[in-house]
C-alpha cells in the first residue's frame, strides 16, 4: 500500500518558518517526481514547489519563490518543504504528491500526480 505521510504544520507567526516534511512508502521513491500543493478555504489547489527524482531539479510557484525550499532524501524516502517568511496568504492545507516518471517535467497539474497525503494544516497569523 502506498503511502504519503504529511508532518510538520502548524501555526506560526507572519515571519516565522516550518519545515514540513512527507514520509512514503510502498514505492521505489527514487522513482517518483516529488510535489507540495496546497489548498486554502474556498480555494483550487494550488501547485507550490516540486522536485525531481533526483532532486537536482526543483521547480516552485511565483508566489513562494525565494521563501520556500524543497528538498528529498531519497535514502529516507521522504521530501521536505522548508517555508521562511510566512504570509497570512500561505495559510492552507499542504499535501505531498508523488508521481511515477522515467522523464524530467514541471509537473504543476494536480492531475498528473498518482499519489496523495493526506494533508497537514499551515496556519500564518498576523
Known amino acids: 500500500q502506498v503511502q504519503l505521510v504529511e508532518s510538520g504544520g502548524g501555526l506560526v507567526q507572519a515571519g516565522g518558518s516550518l519545515r514540513l516534511s512527507c514520509a512514503a512508502s510502498g514505492l521505489t521513491f527514487s522513482s517518483y517526481h516529488m510535489g507540495w500543493f496546497r489548498q486554502a478555504p474556498g480555494k483550487e489547489r494550488e501547485f507550490v514547489a516540486s522536485?525531481?527524482?533526483?532532486?537536482?531539479?526543483?521547480n516552485y510557484a511565483d508566489s513562494v519563490k525565494g521563501r520556500f525550499t524543497i528538498s528529498r532524501d531519497n535514502a529516507k524516502n521522504t521530501v521536505y518543504l522548508q517555508m521562511n517568511s510566512l504570509k497570512p496568504e500561505d495559510t492552507a492545507v499542504y499535501s505531498c504528491?508523488?508521481?511515477?516518471?522515467?522523464?524530467?517535467?514541471?509537473?504543476?497539474?494536480?492531475?498528473?500526480?498518482?499519489?496523495w497525503g493526506q494533508g497537514t494544516q499551515v496556519t500564518v497569523s498576523s
Open positions: 522536485i525531481s527524482r533526483s532532486g537536482i531539479s526543483t
Open positions: 504528491a508523488a508521481k511515477r516518471t522515467y522523464y524530467s517535467g514541471s509537473y504543476t497539474i494536480p492531475r498528473e500526480y498518482d499519489y
